[in-house]
Antibody, heavy 115, light 107 residues
């Protein structure tokens, strides 16, 4: 079955850190660009970061540049997003997404940044 | 960045209605356009990719068309399970960008 499953979300204080994970299965993970997309409460979808299949090309939205780090482990079919320092405006559901004969989406991980 | 503009931002329709949502790109994106459906508290669900290709398992009442800068999503006969928010997305160039969404509500 083709699927993406995020984990690692939670409640964290401003200035804190969190690492999201995304487990991929059912498609050629190592040949796929992988993305993180977030959705703040009641808002639309916003792209956050992307990484090439072999990790050679990485990009970030300006709002997270210098604070978030995307990475992947192709041996484990895993995608990661290290987030630090977190701000209140980073509160959102974070989705991993991939292109594989159409767009694949995970079910999301909620990150709440609050004191 | 390419700006994606959806219209309308919301609409009210009845079961059985034909519904059309439009999406305009600020520059040409060929056919690198996808449509997603999202229900409250759920992840986006892929409906269409490459402007007009139906994602596997998506019913044929959904259809997409367009190329360049102007695109449409049509639902041929609205059913209760179709009331949701719909988003377009361009993947012609980075960064990926999304339309603001169209909320389809029951009249």
């Amino acid at each position: 079955e083709v699927q993406l499953v995020e984990s690692g979300g939670g409640l964290v204080q401003p200035g804190g850190s969190l690492r999201l994970s995304c487990a991929a299965s059912g498609f050629s993970f190592s040949n796929s660009w992988m993305h993180w997309v977030r959705q703040a409460p009641g808002k639309g979808l916003v792209w956050v970061s992307r990484i090439h299949g072999d990790g050679s090309s990485i990009a970030y939205a300006d709002s997270v540049k210098g604070r978030f780090t995307i990475s992947r482990d192709n041996a484990k079919n895993m995608l990661y997003l290290q987030m630090s320092p977190l701000r209140a405006e980073d509160t959102a559901v974070y989705y991993c997404a991939a292109w594989s004969s159409g767009w694949l989406w995970g079910r999301g991980a909620l990150v709440t940044v609050s004191s | 960045d390419i700006q994606m503009t959806q219209s309308p931002s919301s609409l009210s329709a009845s079961v059985g209605d034909r519904v059309t949502i439009t999406c305009r790109a600020s520059q040409g994106i060929s056919n690198y356009l996808a449509w997603f459906q999202q229900k409250p508290g759920k992840a986006p669900k892929s409906l269409i990719y490459a402007a007009s290709n139906l994602q596997s398992g998506v019913p044929s009442k959904f259809s997409g068309s367009g190329s360049g800068t102007d695109f449409t999503l049509t639902i041929s006969s609205l059913q209760p399970e179709d009331f949701a928010t719909y988003y377009c997305q361009q993947y012609n160039s980075h960064p990926l960008t999304f339309g603001g969404g169209t909320k389809v509500e029951i009249k």
